[in-house]
């Protein structure tokens, strides 16, 4: 987890997951295990509304490149927010602290 946002109105967590290594198969008749795909995600959480997002798939690929422009352009906070402010309407789960 790698926090790359953090305002009065919103966090941005990168979320990684940790590659397992396959185990290694102990006999020859039994199938070697499938492969498994490292995926990340982003969590966005507006404060104002107390709700996140989580972002996974082809939508993390897109917001990594938004993430990949904004490393490039330096922009403005407002610019930040305002291109956070457009992912609100996808946030429908409640923050809830453990």
């Given amino acids: ?3 790359l946002y953090d305002s ?3 966090v941005v967590v990168h979320m990684l ?3 397992v290594k396959p185990l ?3 006999s020859a008749d039994s199938p070697a295990p499938a492969p498994q795909l490292a995926r990340h995600g982003f ?3 507006d404060k104002r509304s107390g ?3 989580y972002l ?3 939508w993390a690929e897109m917001f990594q490149q938004v993430i990949l422009a904004w490393q490039r352009d330096a ?3 407002e610019e930040v927010e305002d291109t956070l402010d457009r992912y609100t309407g996808l946030a429908q789960n409640p923050v809830v602290v453990h």
């Fill in 24 to 26: 290694d198969a102990t």
């Fill in 1 to 3: 987890m790698h926090m």
């Fill in 75 to 77: 922009p403005t906070q």
């Fill in 43 to 45: 969590e966005i959480v």
């Fill in 51 to 53: 709700k996140e997002v």
């Fill in 8 to 10: 009065e109105s919103f």
């Fill in 17 to 19: 997951t940790d590659a």
């Fill in 56 to 58: 996974d798939g082809s």
